[in-house]
């Protein structure tokens, strides 16, 4: 045990407190170990997009356990399935929290899987590292978000439209808190822009129908489609899509789910040229992504490619560890007070943490989809992007929240 640790064990006992509220809830501590959650969809319509999630975790883990782990313990992961079905995210985070006595959990992707599992975060005081892109508009003392916020993903893909010279887009999503409330913030900023949102329509998730709404952009005369369908929706909407004839040349869409392994599954075919917005491709240049994909590849195979909520879930890992050392413990709300500042050399660029909105200040990245099924980066914001979840710099948002 090192010094450090051991420090840290007098002053916390042998079990250190997960701040679990009247529930008592503590993250065993008292081992060799430390135990740490991993909350991913391993089956249902999202294991499209979550299953490459949990394996850059499970990456992330493996090299801090071959470096000495953490304060001297190695980390012990506990996998958990959410299987789709946010209900079961909320009762499996629960049990992570309570029965396995975790020291965070790493996961959810789908904002309804978030919101499920957030008042369990809250009761319990437990930590959430959540890896994905998401609509803003929150904040949780319990929650470190390590995706975009909207001004580090939606409004910079707007921003492009418009300097493209996008006078008019159609809104297609699935019908949950994410699409509903990014496309809300897209039709404030469209009203200040010049631009006219000529449609909006909501499927189902996992919904494979989408002839009706396919017909319906094609002749509403958009400029431009701003996708936020999530899961394996996407297969169906973009073969739709060139069925119908419509082209990246002449109506393309930007969407905002779609990373590197969903390209993979939909096909490049179906969606070459057409336009993604994230904060890291698998072609971002620099030795730390160098060295990420190439572990990557070396674990899960060489035709695995990586992307931005695998690489912001692989991020999360390490910022957590961080914070721990900086607090020399594994206690909630220290590792919360010494979370401000705490940067990483991250394969997407530098990454620093604001402390008091829990978010990561982030490059903001417009990318295009290849033949090869790589994404191409055809715009970045020059320096990473502070978090603004709700907007509050922007006088065209005022009133969203």
């Known amino acids: 045990m090192t010094l450090v640790a051991a420090v ?23 081992g060799d170990t430390v135990k740490v959650g991993l909350l991913n969809s391993l089956s249902g319509t999202m294991a499209i997009s979550e299953v490459t999630v949990r394996d ?15 304060l001297g313990k190695k980390i012990q992961p506990v996998g958990e399935d959410g299987a789709s079905d946010w209900p079961t995210f909320a009762e499996k985070a629960e049990k992570l929290i309570s029965e396995d006595r975790v020291a965070a959990v790493f996961g959810c992707w789908t904002s309804a899987s978030r919101k499920a599992v957030k008042p369990v975060f809250e009761k319990n005081k437990a930590l959430l590292f959540y890896p994905v892109q ?23 893909g707007l921003d492009y439209l418009k300097a ?8 297609v999503g699935s019908d949950y808190v994410f699409p509903r409330t990014a496309n809300k913030i897209i039709k404030a900023y469209a009203a200040a822009n010049g631009m006219t949102v000529v449609g909006e329509d909501y499927a189902p998730l996992g919904s494979t129908e989408f002839g009706t709404i396919v017909n319906k952009v094609k002749s509403s005369g958009a400029k431009a489609v701003f996708n936020t369908l999530n899961g394996d929706s996407n297969v169906a909407f973009f073969k739709e899509y060139k069925s119908a004839g419509l082209t990246a040349a002449a109506m393309p869409v930007v969407s905002v789910s779609i990373a590197e392994e969903e390209v993979k599954g939909i096909g490049t075919q179906y969606l070459e040229g057409q336009l993604t917005a994230w904060n890291y491709y698998q072609t971002t240049p620099g030795a730390a992504n160098n060295r990420f994909v190439a572990a990557y590849k070396a674990k899960y195979g060489a035709d ?26 594994f206690d909630v709300e220290r590792v919360r007070g010494a979370s401000d500042g705490i940067t990483f050399d991250a394969p997407e660029g530098l990454v620093t943490v604001d402390g008091r909105t829990q978010h990561i200040a982030k490059t903001a990245r417009i990318g295009r989809i290849g033949a090869d099924g790589l994404i191409t980066e055809v715009w970045n914001s020059g320096k990473p992007v502070a978090p603004d979840p709700y907007l509050k710099t922007y006088p065209w948002a005022s009133g969203l929240s």
């Open 134 to 156: 998401y609509e803003g508009l929150e904040q949780s003392p319990y929650i470190f978000y390590t995706g975009a916020t909207t001004n580090q993903q939606i409004v910079p």
């Open 164 to 171: 493209q010279g996008t006078t008019s887009v159609y809104l």
């Open 304 to 329: 695995k490619p990586t992307s931005d909520p695998m690489e912001a879930a692989y991020v999360s890992v390490h910022l957590w560890k961080a914070m721990v050392e900086k607090a020399g413990a």
């Open 8 to 30: 840290a064990m007098t002053a916390c006992g042998s079990r250190t407190s997960a701040e679990g509220g009247a529930a008592g809830v503590t993250a065993d501590v008292s």
């Open 56 to 70: 850059a975790i499970m990456l992330a883990v493996e090299e801090i356990n071959a470096a000495g782990g953490v």
